[in-house]
């Protein structure tokens, strides 16, 4: 009778185990639905509207500084874009265990958040950073990252604030 049990206690633990399907895990998500605020295209490999004017920034180097780049530091993904014509650089940064699918508000002083400049003559460099904003990981592997954001980012001082809209990126790691 012991051994009947066991037996069937075995074949359901099998057949339960064998039957959840990796999907089904929290953080892998093989299917998802972009959320509603998503309703443009970017531009690879980055792309941005600031102030009601479209960016695209390209990989080429300008005056000796890489124009695009992704850093991983201890919590994070920097996603960095400078642009020396436009005269801005900016980061979108998020955590270094994002998912494809994932969504984050991107508020300044957590592990998720935007920051912004824009050169201006005599060369100051005003810093925002964001006040609000969402970033969604469209796919992020060991080799590429692509997502979508937006955000308003205040400058230091709260004395103006850069609208960022329509914002992409997908780049090699």
């Known amino acids: 009778m012991l051994k009947t049990l066991l037996s069937a206690i075995l074949v359901l633990t099998t057949v339960y185990f064998t039957s ?7 953080g892998n998500k093989d ?3 972009p959320p509603s605020w998503i309703d443009y295209t970017g531009k690879a490999p980055f792309s941005v ?3 009601d004017t479209d960016y695209v920034v390209d990989t080429t180097q300008s005056a000796g500084y890489q124009r695009l780049k992704v850093s991983v530091y201890e919590d994070g993904l920097n996603i960095y874009a400078y642009d020396y014509s436009e005269k801005f650089y900016m980061n979108v940064n998020v955590p270094v265990t994002a998912r494809r699918g994932d969504e984050f508000d991107l508020v300044w002083q957590t592990t998720s958040f935007l920051s912004f400049s824009k050169i201006i003559p005599g060369g100051t460099y005003p810093v925002h950073w964001s006040s609000s904003g969402k970033c969604f990981i469209v796919n992020n592997t060991d080799t590429e990252i ?9 400058s230091a001082y709260a004395t103006d604030t850069a609208k960022l809209r329509k914002g992409y990126f997908k780049l090699k790691k």
Request: with cysteine.
């Open 146 to 154: 692509e997502g979508y954001f937006y955000g308003d980012a205040v």
């Open 31 to 33: 299917t998802y639905s």
């Open 49 to 51: 509207t600031y102030n």
């Open 20 to 26: 959840c399907d990796k999907k089904d895990k929290p």
